[in-house]
């Protein structure tokens, strides 16, 4: 397959979540551009209509207006649909509120941990109620909160984000420290609106306003190009046989690109140009050029600035010459899926010498086309890593579904056919 001409990400899964939340919490009406309109934006989208806020549709190509108002207790079940970021920064934004509401999933959400953040924000002086151990269903009922300052056991984005909105939902301080920095899209988008925010290595300080509500000015937001989505069109154009790819508008936010720094480790060709800041981060354009690819190793401390892109990466090593190692990736064990042994298992299904060796995953690459059945247990980003895995010269990989694309980037297999050039 030989690659060509110029695509562009859908918005950032995790901007449009922040952005919208921040814009429902604040009195004032918000703007947000190039916002995602897949499914997990959806439930967020939907969950703040429920407790009060004026969200407008979301719309591939159209501005979502967001008028924020004063939440109330929602009358049903907040269901969070596929979406942990929406359950787990929602849990942060409710722990600050003077009512209870009660939070549940799909099958898959409903399984993974909530602990992680339901206990700091315990600590802070919510009170949570669990229904079915460490997961969903669950019922928070907010109120005054404590100042607080919280180390995490593990660098998460998405506890540290939920502290830091219970900060501002209550009006208080907060400090949060990480073991290793995990990315940093809320505290680029508090910084951008204008809350006293500081960082300081892996740890950042949220000063309190003393409101039991932000008040902003009507403000505008652009969401940049999902760098996860990007990832499998990047993906896609360097196992290609020849041609180049320009993927436009990307965000190239250095908490989320580092599986940029692991394909240029592997050899692979990727430039970025245009680089300018949108909405306090930082977007570039993507140039893909096909190559051979080499093993690397991953290591631990790697793995929260591209824990999204494991999949992709591992179909890459599945290409590369040599051994490729991932370093302490067991995260990956609760996430959608058992990634981690999702990922091993199908790739040994279709060819590859793979395994999980306890928190390591090991991928020894060939050039043998890849053939066979890949069960995807309805992970987005398992079915487009195999689809990119699928699109190598002589390769018959059959995924067990497709639809499950549609959880972040709607356009993905219209996108993939695009991308590819007659000879």
């Known amino acids: 397959m030989r690659v060509g001409g110029t695509l562009r990400a859908p918005g950032d899964k995790s901007v449009t979540h922040r952005a919208l939340i921040t814009a429902a919490l604040a009195h004032a009406r918000a703007k947000v551009s190039g916002a995602l309109t897949a499914r997990d934006a959806r439930s967020t989208a939907r969950a703040l209509r429920q407790l009060g806020a004026d969200v407008g549709p979301l719309r591939a190509g159209r501005a979502v207006i967001v ?50 953040v339901t206990a700091p924000l315990r600590a802070m002086g919510a009170a949570v109620e669990e229904e079915a151990g460490d997961g969903l269903p669950l019922r928070i009922s907010g109120g005054r909160l404590r100042p607080f300052s919280y180390h995490t056991p593990v660098a998460s984005a998405q506890l540290k984000s939920a502290i830091l909105f219970a900060g501002v939902s209550a009006g208080v301080p907060v400090t949060v420290s990480e073991p290793v920095r995990s990315r940093d899209h809320t505290e680029r988008m508090f910084r951008h609106l204008g809350f006293d925010l500081r960082v300081s290595g892996t740890t950042v300080v949220l000063e309190g306003t003393g409101a039991e509500w932000p008040t902003l000015p009507d403000f505008e937001l652009e969401v940049p190009g999902d760098a996860s989505s990007a990832a499998y069109l990047v993906g896609a154009a360097l196992l290609a046989d020849g041609g180049e790819l320009l993927v436009e508008r990307v965000g190239v936010n250095p908490t989320r690109v580092g599986f940029l720094d692991v394909i240029r480790r592997m050899g692979g ?19 893909v050029r096909p190559g051979a690819l080499t093993a690397t190793e991953i290591g631990a401390d790697e793995i929260p600035s591209l824990i999204d892109e494991v999949p992709l990466l591992a179909v890459l090593a599945a290409r590369a010459e040599g051994e490729t190692r991932f370093r302490s990736v067991g995260e990956l064990r609760v996430k959608e899926s058992d990634r981690l042994g999702l990922i091993a298992g199908n790739l040994r299904a279709v060819g590859v010498d793979a395994a999980a060796d306890g928190d390591d995953l090991v991928v020894v690459g060939g050039d043998a086309p890849p053939r066979g059945m890949v069960e995807t247990e309805r992970d987005h980003r398992l079915t487009m890593a195999f689809a990119v895995l699928g699109s190598v010269a002589g390769a018959d990989v059959r995924l067990s579904e497709t639809a499950s694309a549609g959880v972040s980037y709607p356009g993905f297999w219209d996108d993939l056919d695009r991308m590819r050039q007659d000879d």
């Open 269 to 287: 060709r990727v430039e970025q140009a245009g680089r300018r800041d949108v909405s306090g981060e930082p977007v570039a354009d993507l140039l």
């Open 67 to 116: 008028q924020g108002r004063r939440w109330h207790a929602p009358a049903d079940t907040i269901h969070c649909g596929n979406s942990g970021t929406t359950a787990r920064l929602l849990l942060g934004a409710l722990a600050g509120q003077g009512f209870s509401a009660r939070l549940s999933g799909d099958a898959s959400l409903r399984g993974r941990p909530m602990r992680r």
